[in-house]
Structure formats: C-alpha cells, structure tokens
C-alpha cells in the first residue's frame, strides 16, 4: 500500500481557537521551499478567516526551526533577471510576512536554528520563545545576499541601527539567552514549544476583543504619537469597561 504523502506545514486548532502551524519537513531543517511557501500561506488564510481564533504558535518539526528559503529553488536559475528574481522573493515574503496582519496574539516557539527568512518569520510574530539550543542568525551576506523579507527593518526596530547593522554585516548570529538579554525574544524556556502553549492557554482566556485591541495598541505605540496612543486606548478602555469582568470587580468594592 503506498504510503501517504507528508505535509509540509501542519495546522491544528483546539476547541477554544488556539491554533498551532508547524513547519513538518525537519529531514531539511523546515526550510521554505513551494511546498511550505503554499502551505503556509493556505493556513495563515483559514487563521485569518476564523472569527474564533484567539491565537497562533508557530513551531517546527525536529531540531530546526527553520532553515530560512529553499536556496536552489529561488536562486540556481541562470539567465533571469533581477525583475524576475525579485517577483519569486516577493511571494516568499508575503508567506511570513502576512503573519504580521493576524488580529490575534502570535507566538513563535524556537528550539533550534532560525536561520533567514526562519529569522523573519520567527521576528513576524509578536513574541518569541527561545530554547538553550536556538540560534537567531542572519547570515546572509555570508552567502553573498542581501537581507531580505524584512530582516533589516525587524532587526534595526528591535537592537537599533547600530547593533542590526554589526550583525547584519557580519552575517551574526545570536544564541537563545543572547536573544532574550538583547530583546530580540521575551523568554527562554528549555522546552520552549509547551511555554508556548502555556502562554497561548493564558491568552485565549482572555476576552477575545480585549486582547486583539492590546495588540493593536502595542503595535501603534511603536509607530504613533503619545496622542494618538491615548486616544486609541481611551476609546478601548471605555470599550472594555462595559464588559463583565470589569463590572464584577467593581461590584466587589460596593460591598
């Protein structure tokens, strides 16, 4: 009987609209290649059409988060041009990079090496959970390439321009404790996909709406004024104290 063929990006979601994607080509580091590229676009879209959903993990198979883009696949064709090349990179982009566009929290849980565009989309999710073997590296100009898929913007948001610009140029990399000391993950954990998880039961606890509108505040702190800030968190604030839990606890100091 022939065996069925292995799926490249899996996808589960618990009853309570905790979603998990997971990169499941670990014989090649869950490096992104066509296969992963669609899969993972096709999952990020049923995430994003689920009015339920209440957060993501996204994970890898195996000791490799992700080994970044299948390089024989997008560049050992000769005779392209730049324009050509250029329209194949933007589709693997728009594979991790639509991530940034999901209303819901999103996690990325690294045990191992997230390497390239594996950087980019481990840095496209809100939070990063590290283990003692994962290793941040942007080693593209170590193979000739300039960063791509975000990577200096991701990288000069969260060090700096002088720290992303050494370890760009340098082709660096960063070890998991680095990455929390430098900012570049929120916590280390030895088994870093269950503290995904873990986080990820806390926050679909939450009122759905009050979660999806801190991400929103979060993200606009990052690229607003102060008052635009007050004014968006004035108006969530307001929203929020209608709801139950609020009202439950005022009702506690009237006794």
């Known amino acids: 009987m022939p065996s069925l063929p292995v799926t490249k990006v899996l996808r589960d979601r618990t009853e309570d609209g905790r979603w998990t994607i997971t990169l499941n080509d670990p014989d090649r580091r869950n490096a992104i290649d066509p296969e992963v590229r669609d899969g993972l676009i096709a999952a990020i879209t049923e ?11 996204i994970a890898g198979a195996g000791p490799a988060f992700c080994a970044g883009a299948d390089l024989p696949a997008m560049f050992n064709r000769t005779g392209r041009s730049v324009a050509d090349i250029r329209a194949d990179l933007h589709e693997i982009y728009d594979s991790f990079l639509r991530v ?9 849980a690294i045990q191992g090496p997230a390497v390239g565009a594996g950087l980019n989309l481990a840095m496209a999710c809100d939070t990063r959970i590290v283990g003692p073997q994962a290793q941040l590296i942007a080693s593209f100009t170590k193979i000739g390439l300039h960063p791509g898929g975000g990577c200096t913007w ?5 060090l700096g321009p002088e720290r992303a610009m050494q370890l760009l140029l340098d082709g660096g990399s960063v070890d998991g404790p680095e990455a929390v000391r430098l900012g570049l993950a929120g916590t280390l954990a030895e088994d870093p996909l269950a503290a995904a998880h873990e986080r990820a039961g806390r926050w679909a606890a939450l009122d759905p709406t009050l979660a999806r509108d801190i991400k929103t505040s979060v993200r606009m702190a990052t690229t607003s004024d102060l008052a635009t800030s007050v004014e968006f968190e004035s108006w969530a604030q307001a929203s929020s104290a209608t709801g139950p839990a609020i009202q439950e606890t005022v009702a506690r100091f009237r006794r």
């Not at 009015?51 to 993990?57: F, I, M, Q």
């Open 154 to 158: 991701f990288l000069t948001r969260t």
């Open 47 to 57: 995430i994003a059409a689920d009015r339920d959903a209440r957060t993501l993990v």
């Open 100 to 108: 940034l566009s999901l209303p819901i929290p999103t996690i990325a």
